[in-house]
């Protein structure tokens, strides 16, 4: 079964400290990773987007590494500031012959503190 | 701002009733997504239309329809609501209709409230 797990479900950081959000799927055939940010009530907001053969992608203060052999990837996010909290999702796609298929991480809140 | 836009932002009904939300993807994208999200799950994709033709079905309830019309524009119906169906509904757009490999470009949701 496709399934994209997101850990921690939560997370509490002091502004300006750094944090890294995991993602480990189990999604196959695989096409791209991708990590959107949705602040709350708003629509998510894509940050990355990776395929098998790219290892990291930066997007400002937010860099984003994928292992596809051990089919992990993380985010993370450098300095943070307040305006990072929001839900991280974590979305990957898988390839079919007929079509494609996005399979969703139950996301990372992530609260960054004054 | 996306560049896709929705309406109405709010929406409160009662169960039984039926209700329309209403998506206009960014200027030159050919495809519709279309995603529910409720309070105690993630993102489920319900439907997504390429050019006036239906692409991909997700977990879309049988009481639930979508068209994608000739200016591109895509309408969510939902009929015999129940108190279940209360969720953020999102409309996503992308150029073509390459779900896997594209990025899409989320408009800001409709929140449905069913009383």
């Known amino acids: 079964k496709n399934q994209v797990e997101q850990s921690p479900q939560s997370l509490i950081i002091l502004e300006g400290k750094n944090c890294t959000l995991q993602?480990?799927?189990?999604?196959?055939?695989?096409?791209?990773l991708r990590w959107y940010k949705q602040d709350t009530g708003r629509g998510p907001v894509s940050l990355t987007i990776?395929?098998?053969?790219?290892n990291t992608k930066s997007n400002g203060r937010y860099t984003a590494t994928l292992d596809a052999d051990t089919k992990q990837s993380s985010l993370h996010i450098t300095a943070s500031q307040l305006s990072d909290s929001a839900s991280y999702i974590c979305?990957?796609?898988?390839?079919?012959?007929?079509?494609?298929?996005?399979?969703f991480g139950q996301g990372t809140e992530l609260s960054v503190k004054p | 701002d996306s560049g896709v836009t929705q309406t109405p932002k709010h929406l409160i009904t009662a169960t039984g009733q039926r209700v329309t939300l209403r998506c206009s993807p960014r200027?030159?994208?050919?495809?519709v997504y279309w995603y529910q999200q409720s309070l105690d799950q993630g993102l489920q994709f319900l439907i997504q239309?390429?050019?006036?033709?239906?692409?991909a079905k997700g977990n879309i309830l049988e009481r639930f329809s979508a068209q994608q019309f000739p200016d591109l524009h895509s309408e969510l119906n939902l009929s015999s609501l129940e108190l279940g169906d209360s969720a953020l509904y999102f409309c996503?757009?992308?150029?073509?209709?390459?779900?896997?490999?594209?990025?899409?470009?989320f408009g800001p949701g409709t929140r449905l409230l069913v009383l």
């Open positions: 996503a757009s992308s150029v073509e209709g390459s779900s896997y490999q594209e990025t899409q470009y």
């Open positions: 993602c480990n799927y189990t999604v196959s055939p695989f096409s791209n």
């Open positions: 990776m395929t098998f053969s790219e």
């Open positions: 979305v990957v796609s898988a390839i079919y012959n007929q079509g494609g298929k996005l399979i």
């Open positions: 200027s030159g994208d050919l495809s």
């Open positions: 239309y390429y050019n006036g033709e239906e692409r």
